[in-house]
């Protein structure tokens, strides 16, 4: 086999040329990050451990975490939406391996909860139950986080995770569209 | 002068935010849809009757990969839409929706651009589009290479200081009469000329404000842009022109790829009675009256230019959109608008604009 030098030899321009291989170049930029005008509400509500959704004008969806806009109608939602911490799982995977910088062991479930009442499902880990017990369609309740702990900064860290109310599954019917 | 075929571009309406420099209440979305809505209720048109959808916007201002997908749901991109994004001014992404159109891929387009400078340092965070080797390793913020550029028209005789501040001076104190600009008015020449450097030959009123804002315009084809508005601004020409990524081996004195733009734009060919340059420093509008044979009789940035709001990525579409407003207005006949892109005007785009006969 030719080596690299060889292939390259017939090229004048490369004649006596060392490559560079590498450059270090540091660059750093600093950001202050704001969620804006909706998202604040919502990790605001979450330190007094309430679940705001946020509801389209037009089509009436209730969104959660709002991002101020209908993402179909591309209207402001305006008005703030007190949901329940109470919801159902809608599909969900059981992560085997361990995320950097989250402190939860593995295996566990992470799951979409969409609360009775909102029409976009929340992201959440489901625990205090076997992973290989959780199922779509079950009811589930949020578990909040040591509000000490959390020292009332708004933080979506306000919720642990979600855990079953041991109540009958929902009918299909009740969030098959919002899948 | 030509009649506008079937397939000729207008501009059909054109909003933007109060630029400010700082809108941290505001996430991306938030600012940007105000103006979405704007244009559609001048219009008349939902979304859904929208063809297609062009962006433009920078993940460095926002600090976050894909920053752009952030504003869809401003657009109702849900069901899936028409849509594409360009990583520069909307004055490029103007100019992707211009193509779409004249190739008869939709009738109507709408094209939004946002920036928000107030999360970083922008004179920082455009040295990142420098060569990555050998130029932004040295960290040439903005400004600098600004008066890099500025120094060599002075040195080349083509400008003095006092030149500069004539320019500051008359840009901002015609941005009075427009409410979204963020600086509305000027003190005396005399009285900027007593300050000391920003960076050498500049001083702060040959910089343009840090801003955040957004803007949105709606452009139709044939009938559809006389149905939108009973006086379309009807895009003549438009074409951009880029010169060599290193400002060292360019004549910064001049900007060919300007004046390369406007004769394929047809800028050339009938006088135009306005001019809205993207000059976000003081140095640069002397160099582009001079690339585009500006003289006194044109109307130049009535609007107060970049030099009076600089919202980075929406301040070459807004350039557009004063121009259309003035035709839309009756206020011009044959406008030209001017967008940059780049290190010292390194990257322009001419647009030519009239109103109907």
């Known amino acids: 086999m030719k080596t690299a030098a060889e292939l390259l030899a017939d090229i004048p321009g490369l004649a006596g040329v060392e490559p560079v291989t590498r450059v270090t170049i540091p660059a750093r930029l600093d950001y202050t990050y704001t969620p804006g005008g909706a998202q604040s509400r919502f990790l605001t509500a979450l330190t007094g451990q309430r679940l705001i959704g946020e509801r389209c004008p037009e089509c009436t969806r209730v969104y959660i975490p709002p991002r101020g806009v209908c993402p179909t109608c591309g209207r402001a939602t305006t008005e703030q939406i007190d949901l329940p911490e109470v919801g159902t799982v809608t599909t969900f995977c059981i992560v085997n391996i361990a995320a950097k910088g989250l402190n939860i062991e593995v295996p566990y479930c992470y799951a979409y909860v969409l609360l009775d009442g909102a029409h976009v499902s929340l992201h959440a880990r489901i625990g205090g139950v076997p992973h290989d017990q959780v199922h779509v369609g079950q009811r589930v309740r949020v578990v909040w986080n040591d509000r000490s702990r959390l020292q009332d900064k708004p933080s979506l860290a306000a919720i642990s995770h979600f855990t079953p109310t041991g109540d009958p599954d929902a009918d299909p019917e009740t969030y098959r569209r919002w899948m | ?357």
Request: charged share 20%.
């Open chain 2, 1 to 357: 002068m030509t009649t506008p075929t079937e397939r000729d571009v207008a501009v059909v309406a054109f909003a933007q935010t109060a630029h400010r420099r700082s809108t941290d209440q505001l996430s991306e979305v938030e600012l940007v849809l105000p103006v979405l809505q704007d244009v559609l209720k001048q219009t008349g048109l939902t979304t859904e009757q929208i063809g297609f959808t062009c962006s433009g916007s920078s993940d460095y201002l926002a600090g976050r990969a894909f920053s752009f997908t952030m504003t869809l749901d401003g657009v109702g991109a849900w069901p899936p839409i028409s849509e594409s994004h360009v990583e520069m001014d909307g004055a490029w992404a103007l100019y992707e929706a211009w193509v779409k159109l004249r190739t008869g891929q939709a009738d109507t387009a709408l094209v939004y651009s946002y920036g928000k400078s107030s999360p970083g340092s922008v004179r920082d965070v455009l040295t990142r589009q420098l060569d990555p080797y050998t130029l932004a390793p040295l960290w040439p913020d903005a400004i600098a290479l600004a008066a890099l550029q500025a120094q060599t028209l002075i040195d080349a005789g083509q400008a003095d200081e006092r030149a500069l501040a004539d320019t500051a001076v008359r840009s901002r104190r015609a941005a009075r009469d427009n409410p979204h600009a963020q600086l509305r008015g000027s003190a005396d020449a005399d009285d900027l000329l007593a300050l000391p450097y920003e960076v050498q030959p500049l001083r702060r009123h040959d910089c343009p404000p840090v801003s955040d804002g957004a803007a949105a315009v709606i452009l139709a084809v044939g009938d559809a842009a006389r149905a939108l508005h009973p006086r379309p601004a009807w895009i003549r020409g438009i074409d951009h022109r880029i010169e060599a990524h290193q400002p060292g081996s360019r004549d910064l004195t001049g900007s060919p790829s300007t004046r390369l733009a406007a004769v394929h734009a047809g800028a050339f060919d009938a006088r135009v009675d306005t001019a809205e340059l993207h000059a976000p420093f003081t140095a640069q509008e002397l160099i582009l009256r001079r690339a585009l044979d500006l003289g006194d009789a044109v109307v130049v940035n009535p609007s107060g230019g970049a030099l009076a709001a600089n919202p980075v990525m929406a301040a070459g579409l807004i350039r557009i959109g004063e121009a259309a407003a003035r035709i839309h207005r009756g206020e011009s006949r044959r406008a030209l608008a001017h967008a940059t892109s780049g290190p010292c005007l390194q990257q322009n785009l001419i647009a030519v604009l009239e109103g109907e006969k």
